[in-house]
């Protein structure tokens, strides 16, 4: 127990803050019973400055460049493991042992169909509807499918059925939304792929053509997601918490994360980033232009795939894509113009001070769009892909929550009115 306060002295009066240690030494001002005892509350739009909770799930020093799930370095994961191994981590908190792994594989075979009756909801999407939306919309649906929360004993806790059918089944449907979006027929998972090999197979499998699950995109896919998989309070993941903190069950509160995810500043990054090089090639590598748009403090436009809330140095994830993209397109010969353009970019940008001076490095977003390319998965499906990375991290966090009995209490923020105070009701003449 950190013996520690901090003092505010406010209206002339002084209040005791208790202050709280992390296990790697970051420091918080618990400011739970300011406005019991002071009257104030803390203001901070953009939750800048706020810790919304304490987790043992992923550590992350923005200064240094530290990403680690559950004490395990990033670089070591995304060498070492497979995405499942990386899923069973973050909800368990431990690697699998082999027969561990192997019975969350079976799992992961066992739950990969989804309901026949949700695939008729693909057809009633109008034509050019967005993967996400498509997305959202049946996880939330799952809810009434399979409806096991409310019988598991232990919802809460490390892999549950819940949990398993979902990590499966989001798979499934992410790769039937694309296959129902080009009008060809449903590839069902088959029980002898792995994880990322099944994804591949029932995206790119076709009746009339043999398709051969390729190992090297197998471990590209694998190390993609393992960097997606959980980056601690993020805009979705926080909102997976706040919607899991109403009480509801974990379908809907996924749900809700796949709807924060899709934003341009957070994973529709991904999608706004080969737009953004697009348009620089169409403009005949003019990045002048696009480097002044990004500056001008009157134009909104920024330099999508650059800059984090957290990192103020060079992203890990962004590092390890960067060489999976150059692995990928080597091995497999593929010669992408917006590779040539991503690094002519982030090249200008590292030599330019208000991008050096505001700590604006390449992020997660910059280079992974460029390997899904190479991969053949179609620009819409990127933020599909970070959100099948990122829900072992949803989930994770979700059953944390739920875990902390002490400070599971509903999300609520507060704030400061500065609205009319008060005004008389006149009843309009005219008014019926
Ligand atoms: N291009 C140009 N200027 C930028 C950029 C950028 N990409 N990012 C930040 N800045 C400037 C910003 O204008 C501000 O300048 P000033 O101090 O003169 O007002 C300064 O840098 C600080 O930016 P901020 O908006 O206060 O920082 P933030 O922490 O609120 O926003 C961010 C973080 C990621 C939303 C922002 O950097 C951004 O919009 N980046 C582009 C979108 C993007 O790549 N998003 C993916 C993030 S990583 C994956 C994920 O989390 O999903």
Redesign the pocket.
């Known amino acids: 127990m950190n013996s520690k306060t901090a003092q505010l002295i406010v209206d002339g009066h002084t209040y005791e803050l208790p202050v709280i240690i992390g296990t790697t030494g970051e420091k918080a001002i618990d400011i739970k019973n300011l406005l019991k005892e002071s009257g104030y509350i803390t203001l901070d739009s953009?939750y800048?400055n706020t810790g919304s909770c304490e987790s043992g799930i992923t550590y992350l020093n923005g200064e240094k460049g530290i990403l680690r799930y559950r004490g395990y370095n990033i670089e070591d994961l995304a060498e070492k493991c497979v995405f499942v191994e990386v899923a069973y981590l973050l909800l368990t908190g431990e690697l699998p042992n082999p027969k561990e792994l192997d019975q969350f594989k079976n799992d992961m075979t066992r739950y990969a169909l989804i309901h026949e009756d949700m695939i008729h909801f693909f057809d009633h999407f109008p034509p050019n509807s967005s993967p996400m939306s498509i997305l959202s919309t049946m996880v939330g649906s799952l809810h009434d499918f399979y409806p096991e929360m409310d019988f598991d004993e232990d919802p809460y806790g490390g892999i549950t059925t819940a949990t398993a059918r979902l990590l499966s089944k989001i798979r499934t449907l992410a790769a039937f939304s694309y296959k129902k979006s080009i009008g060809h027929p449903l590839v069902y998972p088959r029980a002898d792929l792995c994880y990322c090999g099944n994804f591949l197979n029932m995206m790119f499998n076709r009746p009339n053509i043999e398709y051969h699950v390729e190992p090297l995109l197998v471990s590209a896919l694998n190390k993609l997601l393992i960097l997606h998989a959980d980056?601690e309070q993020?805009?979705?993941t926080s909102t997976v918490r706040l919607v899991g903190s109403s009480g509801v069950r974990l379908y809907p509160s996924i749900s809700a994360g796949v709807g924060a995810?899709w934003g341009?500043?957070?994973?529709g990054?991904n999608v706004?980033?080969i737009r953004m090089l697009e348009a620089i090639y169409a403009d005949n590598g003019d990045f002048d232009k696009y480097i002044k748009m990004?500056?001008d403090?009157d134009n909104p436009?920024?330099?999508?795939?650059?800059?984090?809330?957290?990192y103020k140095t060079y992203?890990p994830r962004a590092k390890i894509i960067k060489d999976v993209t150059h692995q990928i397109l080597d091995t497999m010969q593929i010669k992408d113009p917006l590779l040539d353009i991503a690094q002519e970019l982030e090249y200008r940008v590292s030599r330019d001070d208000?991008?050096v001076s505001?700590n604006?490095y390449p992020?997660?977003?910059?280079y992974s769009g460029i390997v899904y390319r190479a991969m053949n998965i179609p620009t819409n499906m990127f933020t599909v892909m970070?959100a099948l990375g990122r829900l072992p991290g949803w989930i994770s966090h979700w059953q944390e929550m739920h875990m902390d009995k002490e400070n599971n209490k509903i999300g609520r923020p507060r704030q400061i009115y500065q609205g009319i105070v008060e005004r008389p009701f006149v009843v309009m003449e005219d008014r019926p």
């Open positions: 953009g800048m980056h993020n805009c979705s995810l341009p500043l957070h994973g990054a706004a980033v990004a500056k403090p436009y920024r330099l999508t795939g650059f800059g984090h809330r957290v992203d208000y991008f505001r604006l992020n997660v977003d910059f970070f």
